[in-house]
């Protein structure tokens, strides 16, 4: 079946520091990928998505690049802020599962001032 | 646009009552509506797919009768947690899927956190 794996946390970091969060994915056909994130206390909120090969999706500076030949959509930002602070979730819909969504563990990032 | 809302934000009951949650989809219509289930610190899963004017499809393992789900319009799924111990103090967190046009992104409500003491 379907899968994703993101790298565990958490993530800690200074202000202004690059962040890289990878994720690989698992699944028959061709699958839209997406990164979700968690603030505290909060439910999820879309951060960006891609629905195929070598798109690349982004929002509020954060990017990932759906690599069909890696099968992986890795997030980044080049500059984080201390309100980035978050849990990061990489998530697939897949066709062959009714587009039901399939979230990695999810990568909990720090930063600090 | 594309706000979905749940209600309570938090609830506490005592062991052995029943508690319901209600799912909204506040400017959008979905037919489909998901209930996840998020420990502290872990992922979400998956407990059961809503479908409107039809019963829920549950996942694996989890018990039908003990959380029943409704979909009775095209904006509103509950799910009422019923006979509630402590181990199902958990993180609820519904989304909503947009089949009018939009795609078939999911959209996320803020969650309901139940305590069972």
């Known amino acids: 079946g379907d899968s994703v794996t993101q790298m565990e946390g958490p993530v800690t970091l200074s202000e202004e520091a690059f962040l890289t969060i990878n994720c690989t994915y698992t699944a028959t056909g061709y699958p839209s990928l997406f990164w979700y994130v968690q603030y505290p206390g909060e439910g999820l909120q879309l951060l960006l998505k891609a629905t195929k090969a070598d798109d690349k999706g982004s929002n509020k500076g954060f990017e990932a690049t759906y690599r069909k030949e890696t099968t992986s959509f890795h997030l980044e930002k080049g500059s984080v802020q201390v309100s980035d602070s978050a849990v990061y979730f990489c998530a697939l819909s897949g066709q062959a599962a009714g587009n039901k969504l399939t979230f990695g563990g999810g990568t909990r990032v720090l930063v600090k001032p | 646009g594309a706000v979905v809302s749940q209600h309570p934000s938090w609830v506490i009951c005592k062991s052995g009552t029943s508690v319901k949650i209600e799912c909204r989809s506040l400017d959008f219509q979905a037919t489909t509506m998901f209930w996840y289930r998020q420990f502290p610190k872990q992922s979400l899963m998956l407990m059961a797919t809503?479908?409107?004017?039809?019963?829920?499809?549950?996942e694996q393992g989890v018990e039908k009768d003990k959380f029943l789900i409704n979909h009775a319009s095209l904006t509103l799924s509950t799910l009422t947690v019923t006979s509630a111990h402590p181990e199902d103090s958990s993180f609820y967190i519904c989304?909503?899927?947009?089949?009018?046009?939009?795609?078939?992104?999911?959209?996320f409500g803020p969650g309901t956190r139940l305590t069972v003491t």
């Open positions: 989304s909503a899927r947009d089949t009018s046009g939009r795609g078939y992104e999911q959209y």
């Open positions: 809503s479908n409107e004017g039809s019963k829920a499809t549950y």
